[in-house]
């Protein structure tokens, strides 16, 4: 599959990101800036890049005119802008050059199946297909991180409410629906583990 390069500086977001990412076989390799995105673009080239809309050093508006005005070829590399401000954001980034704009919080499926859009415009309309990791270690420790990250969102929700933090609670509300739609790719692809288990031993 691909390799994709997530720049995020929300560890939450960051987190859902990867696991959605590896659950369907992409590498991914990891930024929390423009600066430490532009320096990873060089060295591990990658085929596709998903940034926040905002960041903390160099913007996501700034890498993206960034990499379109490089001179090597990764100034046609996809870019995905995800973010949390899609009205005040979404026609600055297309004009800097982003490929696509989607807002906070993001629904998994449709991410993926964009990613495979942009990555081969022949299969555009295509429904992304969950693949089980190889590992079943590694899909369960994803699925036990999905879960830990769910439990630590309902208890800061619940902090928020307490704390009579509206808008706050929403925002956690809305990473915390999030992480559910994790946890059910998770459990999705364990299934789809089992019954590949299953086969291997009924052909054996």
Request: proline fraction near 4%.
């Amino acid at each position: 599959m691909a390799k994709i390069l997530v720049v995020e500086d929300h560890p939450e977001t960051l987190d859902s990101l990867t696991i959605w990412l590896e659950l369907s076989e992409h590498t991914v390799v990891v930024a929390r800036d423009g600066y430490e995105a532009l320096a990873l673009l060089q060295k591990e080239k990658p085929d596709l890049v998903i940034t926040d809309g905002r960041l903390h050093r160099l913007g996501g508006i700034d890498l993206i005119k960034a990499i379109r005005e490089s001179l090597t070829r990764l100034r046609d590399v996809p870019i995905i802008v995800v973010t949390g401000y899609y009205a005040e954001l979404a026609r600055e980034a297309l004009m800097a050059g982003a490929n696509l704009v989607v807002s906070k919080p993001t629904n998994p499926g449709t991410l993926l199946a964009n990613i495979i859009r942009l990555l081969n415009p022949l299969a555009s309309g295509a429904r992304q297909t969950l693949k089980p990791i190889r590992s079943r270690e590694q899909l369960e420790q994803l699925t036990t991180q999905a879960l830990s990250l769910a439990y630590g969102s309902l208890n800061a929700l619940k902090a928020e409410i307490a704390l009579g933090n509206p808008e706050s609670a929403r925002q956690e509300l809305d990473y915390l629906l999030e992480v559910m739609d994790t946890i059910d790719l998770c459990l999705t692809a364990l299934a789809l583990k089992r019954q590949e288990d299953i086969d291997q031993t009924t052909d054996a």
